[in-house]
């Protein structure tokens, strides 16, 4: 007998400086058996990192010719395609060929070697944005993961700062590539 996933309610608010996207965001988040935690709040930064009007979650571990997060315009052509974690560049590849903007919030433990293999392949793609975050971060966000998610991020110069309660984590947002 399969797991059931994990549901996690997320509200966000949001101020994006760097941007001027100032937002409430609110979602229902479901953390399917086999994802990790690191993933999981890896999937709700980029949420929040990429928002823009009509993003939305997908199938994501559960459809694998998805991302985790899309825009779909209205004639149901992918707008704009993010992932999570540390794909394979042909995945990238492919999603620059089927999406006017691609995004990719890269993290993990092999981060590293994964921009010392994968990088140099995806270099040329015009409509590739990555951006990469620390390790200990996301780590020190997981730890205080709960069911009820609420969260304020500010934006501001390339750093991100995250409020749980009355504790403020801080990570530098780095565009790679």
Same mark, same amino acid.
């Given at each position: 007998?399969?797991?059931? &996933?994990? /549901?996690? $309610? &997320?509200?966000?608010?949001?101020? @994006?400086?760097?941007?001027?996207?100032? =937002?409430?965001? !609110?979602?229902?988040?479901?953390?399917?058996?086999?994802? !990790?935690?690191?993933?999981?709040?890896?999937?709700?930064?980029?949420?929040?990192?990429?928002?823009? =009007?009509?993003? +939305?979650?997908?199938?994501?571990? %559960?459809?694998?010719?998805?991302? *985790?997060?899309?825009?779909?315009?209205? @004639?149901?052509? #992918?707008?704009?395609? #993010?992932?999570?974690?540390?794909? @394979?560049? *042909?995945? /990238? /590849? $492919?999603?620059?060929?089927?999406? *006017?903007?691609?995004?990719?919030?890269? %993290?993990?433990?092999?981060?590293?070697?994964?921009?010392?293999?994968?990088?140099? $392949?995806?270099?040329?793609?015009?409509?590739?944005?990555?951006?990469?975050?620390?390790?200990?971060?996301?780590?020190?966000?997981?730890?205080?993961? *709960?069911?009820?998610?609420?969260? +304020?991020?500010? /934006?501001? =110069?390339?750093? %991100?700062?995250?409020?749980?309660?009355?504790? !403020?984590? =801080? !990570?530098?947002?780095?565009? #790679?590539?």
């Amino acid at each position: 007998m399969a797991l059931p &996933a994990t /549901i996690y $309610k &997320a509200t966000i608010n949001l101020s @994006d400086i760097d941007r001027g996207v100032y =937002e409430i965001l !609110t979602a229902t988040v479901a953390q399917h058996p086999s994802e !990790t935690g690191e993933r999981l709040v890896a999937r709700l930064l980029a949420y929040a990192l990429f928002y823009e =009007e009509g993003l +939305s979650f997908t199938k994501g571990l %559960c459809a694998a010719d998805e991302p *985790e997060l899309w825009v779909k315009g209205g @004639d149901g052509r #992918v707008q704009l395609w #993010v992932e999570v974690g540390l794909p @394979d560049s *042909e995945r /990238i /590849i $492919k999603a620059s060929r089927h999406s *006017e903007q691609v995004r990719l919030l890269a %993290c993990g433990r092999a981060l590293p070697n994964w921009e010392q293999q994968h990088l140099p $392949k995806l270099a040329d793609l015009a409509n590739l944005t990555i951006i990469t975050i620390d390790q200990p971060f996301l780590s020190a966000v997981v730890q205080r993961l *709960e069911r009820s998610v609420a969260w +304020s991020i500010t /934006i501001t =110069e390339g750093a %991100c700062y995250l409020n749980i309660g009355s504790e !403020t984590l =801080e !990570t530098v947002l780095q565009v #790679v590539g």
